[in-house]
């Protein structure tokens, strides 16, 4: 994930380590050991040097970042290993965390945090009654006050953000392994670990159109609005990141990658020339 201005691009895994990257030099600045895998990060936007990461032990650190220097500061936050995180851009101080089914909002201070609400599960179905519930992605919606997460088994729910309350839900055809919201808060891409690339209207709940893609086999494969939400940015498991044009929903280009290995992550710069 690329830093607020572009310049340093943070990387982690089951290595256990935390990597910055400088993007100008495509070298490494800093490498932090961790104690087990790191699983998500996150920069807090207004910053620009503070790095939040979510572990496979149910911890989440925060990572100051020098020139020559990182400090580091966290603590127990879940039950089950932080897969998601997500801050809030209008108040840099609140925080999302997902963590299977838990679904946590923070309040970040001088180094210090408070948990505000633990958000309700989804309503189980007849076709997700006897599935886990899984959050696959966090999204803070910048035209309504409110916080939108995807579920493997259980679709997409919108929560209200002042009672921290459901307000609506809809389920998908397939398993969501991630998702991406378009600028303007009007549909969402999600990536269907059976099928391909779906989107689907946040107005209506109904599916727009499909973009297929060869699936292999079953992974967490990314899905990313770019360019003002004009492109979508997909990975695969066939060694390839592809790129679509929203408006003729044509395949744009094909990246292809050294063997074939599954591309499980993607990020996009805003800042000056756009970098993926």
Same mark, same amino acid.
């Given at each position: ?22 993007? &100008?030099? +495509? ?6 050991h961790a ?6 990060? #996150?920069?807090?936007?207004?910053? +620009?040097?503070? !790095?939040?990461?979510? /572990?496979?032990?149910?911890?989440? $650190? ?12 966290g603590g ?11 801050? &809030? ?8 965390? +997902?963590? %299977? ?5 923070? $309040? ?35 035209? =309504?006050?409110?916080?939108? /997460?995807?579920?493997?088994? %259980? ?16 389920? #998908?055809?397939?398993? *969501? ?9 009007? =549909?969402?891409a999600l ?22 893609? &060869? ?29 679509? &044009? *929203?408006?003729?929903?044509?395949? %744009?280009?094909?990246?292809? !990658? ?11 710069? %805003? ?6």
């Amino acid at each position: 994930t690329f830093n607020t201005d572009g310049t340093q691009l943070a990387t982690a895994g089951f290595d256990n380590r935390v990597c910055l990257w400088s993007v &100008e030099m +495509g070298k490494p600045l800093h490498s932090i050991h961790a104690d087990v895998p790191i699983l998500s990060l #996150v920069w807090l936007p207004k910053t +620009g040097n503070i !790095l939040l990461c979510g /572990a496979q032990d149910g911890s989440i $650190a925060s990572l100051k970042i020098g020139q020559d220097f990182v400090d580091a500061t966290g603590g127990w936050a879940h039950w089950c290993p932080v897969e998601r995180l997500a801050v &809030e851009d209008a108040h840099a101080g609140r925080v999302a965390s +997902g963590a %299977h089914d838990e679904l946590y909002i923070w $309040a970040v201070g001088q180094g210090e945090w408070a948990r505000l609400a633990a958000l309700p599960r989804p309503t189980d179905t007849l076709t997700s009654k006897d599935r886990n519930v899984i959050v696959t992605s966090i999204h803070w919606m910048s035209t =309504e006050q409110t916080l939108l /997460a995807t579920y493997m088994f %259980h679709g997409v729910v919108l929560y209200d953000t002042a009672s921290w309350s459901i307000i609506c839900a809809f389920n #998908v055809n397939g398993v *969501i392994a991630d998702a991406s919201l378009r600028p303007g808060d009007t =549909e969402i891409a999600l990536s269907n670990a059976s099928l391909g690339f779906d989107i689907y209207s946040l107005k209506s709940g109904s599916p727009q159109y499909f973009l297929p893609t &060869e699936v292999k086999h079953r992974r967490a494969i990314p899905v990313l609005f770019n360019h003002g939400g004009n492109t979508l940015v997909g990975g695969s498991t066939t060694g390839e990141v592809f790129v679509w &044009e *929203i408006n003729t929903r044509r395949r %744009h280009q094909t990246l292809h !990658l050294l063997g074939k290995l599954s591309v499980i992550a993607t990020d996009t710069s %805003h800042a000056g020339p756009q970098i993926t």
